[in-house]
């Protein structure tokens, strides 16, 4: 415990909060603004001092702006209404959604917005704060490696698709993974790079993307594979780099990461305790993007503790929310990536073809990423798609 006085403080003498949110990402920093705007005192903590790189393509659905009560522009480097196609460089398509599907950020710049207005909502925030211990004492005790020390009545814990918090307090076990690796490359003269325009390169074994997305100055390259590829990560990034003819560019920062998929009843809350965001393993498996649920699973946050607060202390109707409304979506996106993917290994030239000239796919792709449409409404659209997907998962 923090020493007071020269001697150790009691239980009684730690700081006490309503709520802990561990993390300051978009799930950390959405629930914290939340239930800070409801009355209630919390304290982030995140191991990094912001604004902090993270390593991410930075692609925001327009559907993620719904959710927020304030705008993000000022944090946008570009907004995309054109996605190009291309299978290994080659055979290249390109769909236009008319209005924006997505806007591109630095993840530091929009991080460092959601934390701002966390803050400005009364949250308060401890930066450098790597948690080293959580104990669980009829609520939430976290002690960090420097020695700060805290206790609340409930944790928010939305530190990435690592989680040592939920690994501590045995939440979001036993989940699926793959693993990602991100380049920033400065734009060289003459690189083939337009600022409305993702291009995501498709024919990875077994299935994986390499993306393109266009920042201020910047080419954020990326690629995303199944778990055990990482050998192999680096070196096709480099080849699709090349490929856009980035070569020459400066490198600004490379890193990889892991994106963890929850498809079932993996549980996520317990104890006073739950897991947002990466952390919960809500992330959509067609595209791998899960800045949206991330979003929207700290709202989600914030409305089951402030429940909580109220009654038994339990959090059991978190779990309930998340499954009735998110996790419908990421089955869906599931069967579609299966769909996908499937079609593309057994058929490649029929299925390139036919994404190329069925144009209602992607007008329910653009409907989705603008949050007219959701991927379970645009799935039942199609009564055989979840039946056929599922035979190929059995055959996967």
Request: aromatic fraction near 8%; proline fraction near 4%; include cysteine.
């Amino acid at each position: 415990m923090l020493p007071v006085g020269g001697r150790e403080a009691t239980i009684d003498e730690v700081e006490r909060f309503d709520t802990i949110v561990i993390g300051a990402g978009p799930a950390g920093s959405t629930a914290a603004r939340e239930l800070a705007a409801a009355g209630a005192r919390v304290l982030i903590v995140d191991r990094a001092t912001f604004p902090r790189y993270k390593a991410c393509g930075g692609g925001v659905p327009l559907r993620t702006e719904r959710l927020l009560p304030f705008p993000i522009d000022s944090v946008v480097e570009q907004s995309v209404s054109r996605i190009e196609v291309t299978y290994r460089g080659k055979h290249s398509f390109a769909k236009r959604s008319g209005a924006p599907f997505a806007h591109m950020v630095m993840r530091e710049r929009f991080d460092a917005l959601l934390l701002e207005k966390a803050r400005a909502a009364g949250a308060g925030f401890r930066a450098g704060t790597t948690v080293r211990r959580i104990e669980r004492d009829g609520g939430i005790r976290i002690r960090s490696e420097d020695g700060f020390e805290a206790a609340a009545d409930f944790a928010v814990c939305a530190d990435g698709a690592h989680s040592r918090a939920g690994k501590q307090l045995g939440l979001g076990a036993n989940m699926a993974e793959c693993a990602a690796w991100e380049v920033e490359v400065a734009a060289p003269a003459g690189a083939r790079a337009s600022s409305a325009t993702a291009v995501i390169d498709l024919g990875y074994d077994p299935w994986g993307y390499a993306w393109l997305f266009p920042k201020a100055g910047v080419g954020s390259f990326g690629i995303v594979l199944p778990q055990g590829q990482g050998n192999q990560m680096k070196a096709l990034t480099d080849e699709f780099i090349a490929g856009r003819g980035f070569e020459d560019g400066a490198v600004q920062m490379a890193r990889g990461h892991k994106i963890r998929f929850r498809r079932g009843d993996e549980v996520i809350a317990g104890g006073r305790a739950l897991l947002a965001g990466d952390a919960a393993g809500l992330a959509d498996e067609f595209t791998g993007e899960g800045i949206f649920y991330a979003v929207d699973s700290g709202r989600t946050a914030a409305r089951a503790t402030l429940r909580a607060m109220g009654t038994d202390g339990s959090l059991d109707s978190y779990t309930r929310e998340i499954d009735a409304q998110i996790m419908p979506e990421l089955r869906a996106a599931r069967i579609v990536a299966f769909m996908f993917y499937g079609m593309l290994r057994r058929a490649r030239r029929p299925w390139l073809f036919a994404s190329n000239h069925t144009g209602f796919l992607w007008d329910a792709f653009f409907a989705t990423q603008r949050g007219e449409s959701t991927y379970a409404r645009e799935a039942g659209r199609l009564p055989l798609l979840p039946k056929l997907a599922a035979r190929m998962l059995e055959r996967a």
